[in-house]
Every structure is written in structure tokens, then in C-alpha cells.
């Protein structure tokens, strides 16, 4: 993916390049092509390919914050885990 994005960046360089120092170009569309055609793009395909590691990422950093044992959710200590013996009297 990296590959791809550093090869569009470099072809939409050379337009706008060109456009720069074309006689009936100016500087301003060469920016404009770039943003356009490089820029705005790129990074909304970069955000989508990116989308599930940052999913990932984020479920790894809400499970590392939460407790590890907490079943009914109250937040309080847990009590004996086996109920004392009842003797009969």
C-alpha cells in the first residue's frame, strides 16, 4: 500500500510540475492539482485501508484498561468463593 500511495504522490508531483512551467499554467492550479488529484484523495483511501488496525488497536487498549475479573459489574470485592459449613445445633 505504501508503495502504491509514494508512486500516485510522485505521478501527481509531475503534473502539477508540469503544469508549473507549462506557459499556460500557473503555480496556483499546480497546487490545486496536487491537492485534488493527490492529496485529498490519498488520504481518504489511506483512511479506509487503515480502518481496521485502528479498530484493533483500540479494542487492545479498551480490553488492557479493564478489569480482569468483575462478573456482575458492581465493582465490589468478591466475597468467599465457598460458602462456609453450617453445623447444626
Known amino acids: 500500500m505504501v508503495l502504491v500511495a509514494v508512486a500516485w504522490l510522485y505521478v501527481v508531483l509531475m503534473v502539477a510540475v508540469v503544469e508549473a512551467t507549462s506557459s499556460q499554467g500557473t503555480v496556483l492550479g499546480a497546487i490545486v492539482t496536487f491537492v485534488l488529484y493527490g492529496v485529498l484523495p490519498l488520504s481518504i483511501v489511506a483512511y479506509l485501508f487503515f480502518s481496521p488496525a485502528r479498530r484493533r488497536r483500540r479494542r487492545e487498549a479498551e480490553s488492557?484498561?479493564?478489569?480482569?475479573?468483575?462478573?456482575?459489574?458492581?465493582?465490589?470485592?468478591?466475597?468467599?468463593?465457598?460458602?462456609?459449613?453450617?453445623?447444626?445445633a
Do not use: W
Open 64 to 88: 488492557a484498561a479493564r478489569p480482569l475479573v468483575d462478573p456482575d459489574g458492581s465493582g465490589h470485592p468478591a466475597g468467599d468463593p465457598v460458602t462456609p459449613v453450617r453445623e447444626e
